[in-house]
């Protein structure tokens, strides 16, 4: 059964740092592109970074570069994102996605307030 699996997910003050994993099985990882997506409240799931099947390229939205790093680990299945310098509207629940099998995870939820 083909799986994905978010934790790491928690609450932050703003400037704080958390990070996510996202736990894949069921296909083989190594050989699909990964991304990350969120989801504030009210508003559409939004692309937040990619990373190729090998890791040696990555792409972000605008709005995380510079603070947030996706990586992943193949041998082990799974996929990273590290998050720092967290701002308020960095709220959302964060969903791990497989865009080629068309697979999501259930996502983690990310809080940031003081």
């Known amino acids: 059964q083909v799986q994905l699996v978010e934790s790491g997910g928690g609450s932050v003050q703003p400037g704080g740092s958390l990070r996510l994993s996202c736990a894949a099985s069921?296909?083989?990882?190594?050989?699909?592109?990964m991304n990350w997506f969120r989801q504030a409240p009210g508003k559409e799931r939004m692309p937040v970074a990619t990373i190729t099947a090998t890791g040696l390229s990555t792409n972000y939205a605008d709005s995380v570069k510079g603070r947030f790093a996706i990586s992943r680990d193949n041998a082990k299945n799974t996929m990273y994102l590290q998050m720092n310098s967290l701002k308020s509207e960095d709220t959302a629940v964060y969903f791990c996605?497989?865009?080629?099998?068309?697979?999501w995870g259930q996502g983690t939820q990310v809080t940031v307030s003081s």
């Open positions: 069921g296909f083989p990882f190594s050989i699909y592109h």
């Open positions: 996605h497989a865009p080629t099998l068309g697979v």
